[in-house]
């Protein structure tokens, strides 16, 4: 088992940042990709970023490429997700995976955190 607990979300003007980040505990941390998914309402979830357990290898959506930089610290156990030039669009509920290989599917997943709720105001 490993437990993800995420933080930092928030609520921030159009423009702004904000970093998330987010806790494993359990099972060792490096054997596990990383990624970072957002649900907003009446939406689908969707992934926004992933980074292998290296941390060499990292994915971003095209809706946040160039804005978005996801990270990893296997000796502290956290993997984050900084979020510059924040847009209406990127309102959603935040959440970190992991799993056992680079993926961006959901399904690639195993355990999930709790979800952070990001606001981004107009």
């Known amino acids: 088992q490993v437990q993800l607990v995420e933080s930092g979300g928030g609520l921030v003007q159009a423009g702004g940042s904000l970093r998330l980040s987010c806790a494993a505990s359990g099972r060792t941390f490096s054997h596990y990709a990383m990624g970072w998914f957002r649900q907003a309402p009446g939406k689908e979830r969707e992934s926004v970023a992933a980074i292998s357990r290296s941390g060499e290898i990292t994915y971003y959506a095209d809706s946040v490429k160039g804005r978005f930089a996801i990270s990893r610290d296997n000796a502290k156990n956290w993997v984050s997700l900084q979020m510059n030039s924040l847009k209406p669009e990127d309102t959603a509920v935040y959440y970190c995976?992991?799993?056992?290989?680079?993926?961006?599917?959901?399904?690639?997943?195993?355990?999930w955190g709790q979800g952070t709720q990001v606001t981004v105001s107009s």
């Open positions: 995976a992991a799993g056992p290989g680079f993926a961006t599917r959901e399904s690639m997943y195993d355990y």
